[in-house]
């Protein structure tokens, strides 16, 4: 997934919103989310975090149509104070942070077409309101995406932007969580993605390794790959102490530090289990060849 706005793209209004013009839909466009939303449906059972499970269960979300923001915000406003506005594709930084610290949630308009559902470039629709909005329903996660969008206004202006965002890729986007019942999903990103709902709890290929704050700042990710890494948190609680900590002290130490690649694993990690890395080295060895 690309970062920052489309370059050239200019907005209707200055904070980038538009109508979700729900009338505007066509039926092919509902056809992908059915398609999109049965296929998640049978697959996250047993593999989406409780959480996930509660929220979608809470929302007025089916497979036969698109939801209308309206409808869904009427729930999710009450319960955590979040919303749903509609945006056209990638938000500017100081946009999109603005709109996260005042509990608003920039939710893509558009749909992918019937020939993208398992690639996509700029986060659509479903990515954003089956990935995201369930867990925007968690009051933890809601504090804790809101503490994100203060912390990027600040982390902007101290030039550490880089950091947070890979914070925030290894938790709201690709984060997992263990539970009783073993790992499960919590990371949008994961949860919106057919084949990555099975990768990243599945394969043998990634590594996944216990969340620890300063190890996950130091962390490049991919953006147009499954990730190399995955890391786990104890509890979704866990977040809520990072919403809550003065992050100024950790990027100065950060700073100081060469960023680790995607795949490393370090002798200070707690592994859960380590990685054989075939995934990512067969993809490499196809690009070399091509
Ligand atoms: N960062 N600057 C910027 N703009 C976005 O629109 C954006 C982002 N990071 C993540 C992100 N969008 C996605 O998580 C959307 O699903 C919200
Ligand atoms: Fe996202």
Same mark, same amino acid.
């Given at each position: 997934?690309?970062?920052?706005?489309?370059?050239?793209?200019?907005?209707?209004?200055?904070?980038?919103?538009?109508?979700?013009?729900?009338?505007?839909?066509?039926?092919?466009?509902?056809?992908?989310?059915?398609?999109?939303?049965?296929?998640?449906?049978?697959?996250?059972?047993?593999?989406?975090?409780?959480?996930?499970?509660?929220?979608?269960?809470?929302?007025?979300?089916?497979?036969?149509?698109?939801?209308?923001?309206?409808?869904?915000?009427?729930?999710?406003?009450?319960?955590?104070?979040?919303?749903?506005?509609?945006?056209?594709?990638?938000?500017?930084?100081?946009?999109?942070?603005?709109?996260?610290?005042?509990?608003?949630?920039?939710?893509?308009?558009?749909?992918?077409?019937?020939?993208?559902?398992?690639?996509?470039?700029?986060?659509?629709?479903?990515?954003?309101?089956?990935?995201?909005?369930?867990? =925007?329903?968690?009051? /933890?996660? #809601? !504090?804790?995406?809101?503490?994100? *969008?203060?912390?990027?206004?600040?982390? +902007?202006? %101290?030039?550490?932007?880089?950091?947070?965002?890979?914070?925030?890729?290894?938790?709201?986007?690709?984060?997992?969580?263990?539970?009783?019942?073993?790992?499960?999903?919590?990371?949008?990103?994961?949860?919106?993605?057919?084949?990555?709902?099975?990768?990243?709890?599945?394969?043998?290929?990634?590594?996944?390794?216990?969340?620890?704050?300063?190890?996950?700042?130091?962390?490049?990710?991919?953006?147009?790959?499954?990730?190399?890494?995955?890391?786990?948190?104890?509890?979704?609680?866990?977040?809520?102490?990072?919403?809550?900590?003065?992050?100024?002290? =950790?990027?100065?130490? /950060?700073? #100081? !530090?060469?960023?680790?690649?995607? *795949?490393?694993?370090?002798?200070?990690? +707690?592994? %859960?289990?380590?990685?054989?890395?075939?995934?990512?080295?067969?993809?490499?060895?196809?690009?070399?060849?091509?």
């Amino acid at each position: 997934m690309k970062h920052g706005a489309a370059a050239g793209a200019q907005p209707q209004r200055a904070d980038w919103t538009i109508d979700q013009g729900w009338a505007n839909y066509s039926a092919q466009d509902h056809v992908v989310w059915r398609t999109l939303f049965e296929r998640q449906s049978a697959l996250l059972p047993g593999r989406a975090c409780d959480a996930f499970v509660d929220g979608m269960r809470r929302l007025p979300m089916e497979a036969t149509a698109i939801p209308d923001f309206r409808v869904l915000n009427e729930v999710l406003l009450p319960r955590t104070g979040w919303q749903i506005v509609a945006v056209p594709g990638l938000l500017p930084d100081e946009v999109f942070f603005e709109h996260l610290a005042q509990r608003r949630f920039p939710a893509g308009q558009f749909i992918r077409r019937a020939d993208q559902l398992d690639y996509l470039e700029e986060p659509d629709v479903f990515h954003d309101v089956f990935g995201h909005v369930p867990m =925007l329903m968690n009051p /933890v996660i #809601a !504090d804790f995406v809101q503490a994100y *969008g203060v912390g990027g206004l600040r982390a +902007r202006q %101290l030039g550490v932007l880089q950091h947070l965002a890979r914070v925030y890729w290894y938790t709201v986007e690709f984060g997992l969580v263990r539970q009783a019942d073993g790992l499960r999903i919590y990371g949008s990103g994961i949860a919106s993605s057919f084949t990555e709902s099975v990768f990243a709890l599945d394969d043998a290929s990634p590594n996944r390794i216990a969340f620890d704050l300063e190890r996950v700042m130091r962390t490049d990710y991919r953006i147009d790959d499954f990730q190399e890494s995955y890391f786990v948190l104890d509890s979704l609680d866990d977040l809520l102490a990072l919403a809550n900590i003065d992050f100024a002290p =950790l990027y100065a130490k /950060v700073q #100081a !530090d060469a960023a680790l690649q995607p *795949g490393d694993v370090l002798p200070t990690d +707690r592994v %859960l289990q380590r990685g054989t890395g075939t995934y990512h080295t067969a993809r490499s060895a196809q690009a070399c060849s091509a």
